[in-house]
T-cell receptor, first 114, second 113 residues
């Protein structure tokens, strides 16, 4: 069975500082990995995805994530936080070759301090 | 491409009432998914369709829940005899056969009093 663990339900960083949101996954097959962002009272927006191509994945809004198979991790980073980055972030895993559903982590709420 | 739309955006109902939500996927997306998101949690898979066929249902989908996609376009999710535990955000997503990305709608927030 696939699963995702996000370390830290809340993360606070100062504006301009590095953003690091941690995600570890468990999968018995090569996974597809995603990061989604959710702003208040809105649906989910895809930030980036890993689908077995390059291990360093660049997404929208300056975010990127690195797939590390040996560590079963897919941490999300952004060099310099902006106030508009304040939102809930979800790491997710899927096996598109099998059953297509996405398994989400519990989410990390990112707070940006002025 | 107008995105996935859901209606209504908010629904307040009394315990025991039936409610129905609608999802309109992105045009020509043949796969449609329903998820439920409770407060402080990530979305949880409920069910999905390929065209009009319902291919998988989560054990979260009790017999009070039914989903349809009669013509392979829009979908409805009905909850009968609602309970307070049904209060959640219900998210719909769609994708085409040519992409691995699910696109999410804004969700329907259900509050059962």
């Amino acid at each position: 069975a696939q699963s995702v663990t996000q370390l830290g339900s809340h993360v606070s960083v100062s504006e301009g500082a590095l953003v690091l949101l941690r995600c570890n996954y468990s999968s018995s097959v090569p996974p597809y990995l995603f990061w989604y962002v959710q702003y208040p009272n809105q649906g989910l927006q895809l930030l980036l995805k890993y689908t077995s191509a390059a291990t360093l994945v660049k997404g929208i809004n300056g975010f990127e994530a690195e797939f590390k198979k040996s560590e079963t991790s897919f941490h999300l980073t952004k060099p310099s936080a902006h106030m508009s980055d304040a939102a809930e972030y979800f790491c997710a895993v899927s096996d598109l070759n099998r059953d297509d559903k996405i398994i989400f982590g519990k989410g990390t709420r990112l707070h940006i301090l002025p | 491409d107008t995105g996935v739309s859901q209606d209504p955006r908010h629904k307040i109902t009394k315990r025991g009432q039936n409610v129905t939500f609608r999802c309109d996927p992105i045009s020509e997306h043949n796969r449609l998914y329903w998820y439920r998101q409770t407060l402080g949690q990530g979305p949880e898979f409920l069910t999905y369709f390929q065209n009009e066929a319902q291919l998988e249902k989560s054990r979260l989908l009790s017999d009070r829940f039914s989903a349809e996609r009669p013509k392979g376009s829009f979908s409805t999710l009905e909850i009968q005899r609602t309970e307070q535990g049904d209060s959640a955000m219900y998210l719909c997503a769609s994708r085409s056969a040519y992409t691995d990305t699910q696109y999410f709608g804004p969700g329907t927030r259900l509050t059962v009093l």
